[in-house]
């Protein structure tokens, strides 16, 4: 009986935290629209990522405190520096929320699909983001954006499958050797999965879900660009990240 009423604590409190996020993005559209309408500058664009940061922030302190999550977070004191390229696996829908909840200043890659989001658009473009057009001109923005700002970029290109295996793109991590100071990977847990790709928002686990997302060691692309060319430090560095987290994320326990 107790885990029944549990379950649906849960599920009511993931109905509302869903709904809420309906609500909140329409109105942010809203409130973000001349924001949205042209290009603003980098001052701006802080002031609102920091805006839009809290409401996740509230959003995220909404799903901890109602027991749908528990989220632990390490070493994001590290995240932030001009020139930065932050790589994180993807295990759930929920992964860009809990880390710009975090550190709301990053700029982050995001898929390009998301501009016909009615409730995304404004608030990518008023951030500042960067739609993944998989172009020349990507990587030309990146080059530009990291001289003065750290990039968020989830590799994978989509959530990470049932299985766990991460599977990272090497055309992403390229981004980093090519135009990064210093490459900061955020490995992402989760238990149970959950939010997948596909997956119902009502379809909950039997318990809570707990998210650990801990910052690892900066890695220096010079490092891997030494006597190397691109294209062969690219392949080497994206083997090295896919053992890297997959080694942090099968673990079991």
């Given at each position: 009986?107790?885990?029944?009423?549990?379950?649906?604590?849960?599920?009511?409190?993931?109905?509302?935290?869903?709904?809420?996020?309906?609500?909140?993005?329409?109105?942010?559209?809203?409130?973000?629209?001349?924001y949205a309408r042209r290009?603003?500058?980098?001052?701006?664009?802080?002031?609102?990522?920091?805006?839009?940061?809290k409401i996740w922030h509230y959003f995220v302190r909404f799903t901890v405190w109602s027991g749908v999550l528990e989220v632990k977070y390490q070493?994001?004191?590290?995240?932030?520096?001009?020139?930065?390229?932050?790589?994180?696996?993807?295990?759930?829908?929920?992964?860009?929320?809990?880390t710009?909840?975090?550190?709301?200043?990053?700029?982050?890659?995001?898929?390009?699909?998301?501009?016909?989001?009615?409730?995304?658009?404004?608030?990518?473009?008023?951030?500042?983001?960067l739609p993944n057009t998989e172009s020349l001109e990507l990587l030309e923005q990146c080059d530009n954006v990291l001289k003065e700002q750290a990039i968020l970029l989830f590799p994978e290109g989509t959530r990470t499958g049932w299985d766990g295996v991460v599977k990272l793109n090497r055309g992403a991590v390229s981004i980093g050797l090519r135009s990064a100071k210093v490459i900061t990977p955020v490995v992402i847990k989760m238990h149970p999965l959950n939010f997948k790709?596909?997956?119902?928002?009502?379809?909950?686990?039997?318990?809570?879900?707990?998210?650990?997302?801990?910052?690892?060691?900066?890695?220096?692309?010079?490092?891997?660009?030494?006597?190397?060319?691109?294209?062969?430090?690219?392949?080497?560095?994206?083997?090295?990240l896919n053992d890297y987290f997959n080694s942090q994320t099968q673990q079991k326990g």
């Open positions: 009986m107790a885990e029944k009423l549990d379950w649906l604590r849960r599920f009511l409190a993931t109905a509302i935290g869903f709904a809420f996020w309906g609500v909140a993005g329409t109105l942010l559209q809203l409130v973000l629209y001349p290009p603003q500058n980098l001052a701006t664009q802080l002031k609102v990522r920091r805006f839009v940061g070493g994001f004191e590290k995240l932030g520096r001009a020139g930065q390229l932050v790589i994180a696996n993807h295990p759930s829908l929920l992964d860009v929320v809990l710009l909840a975090k550190t709301p200043e990053l700029n982050c890659i995001v898929k390009q699909d998301l501009l016909h989001n009615p409730t995304m658009r404004n608030q990518i473009l008023a951030c500042g983001f790709k596909g997956q119902p928002w009502y379809q909950l686990p039997k318990s809570r879900i707990t998210y650990e997302l801990s910052v690892g060691e900066d890695i220096d692309p010079q490092d891997w660009l030494a006597e190397k060319p691109l294209p062969l430090a690219a392949r080497r560095l994206t083997q090295y």
